[in-house]
């Protein structure tokens, strides 16, 4: 949300939650994301998010970093991306946690 997204797109995110009912889930939302502002989509595309780009970026970051991840955009309060957490990722955070 702060960092990667201000060298990726000049800002913040608006937001990033965590899903209440799966530890592997959180949400990073944009109301208007930059990649979204740019581009005419045709009618017959109305379900089109441009924002994938941005999931497909954010998943190719997250991967390389260690944390392995599926990424997707989402029509949700603007633009949502759902990232969803390999197990393994969840499972490494809880054993550090007791250290």
Not at 69 to 90: C, N, P, Q, Y
Request: glycine content about 8%; hydrophobic content about 45%; overall charge negative.
């Amino acid at each position: 949300q702060g960092p990667l997204w201000r060298a990726l797109f000049g800002r913040e995110a608006d937001k990033l939650e965590q899903a209440n009912d799966d530890d592997r889930t959180f949400y990073v939302i944009e109301r208007e994301p930059l990649v979204n502002t740019f581009v005419s989509v045709p009618r017959e595309n109305s379900s089109l998010n441009c924002a994938a780009f941005a999931a497909g970026l954010l998943e190719a970051v997250l991967g390389a970093a260690g944390f392995p991840a599926r990424v997707s955009a989402h029509w949700h309060k603007g633009t949502t991306l759902m990232i969803k957490f390999d197990e393994a990722v969840i499972a490494r955070d809880k054993s550090l946690e007791g250290r």
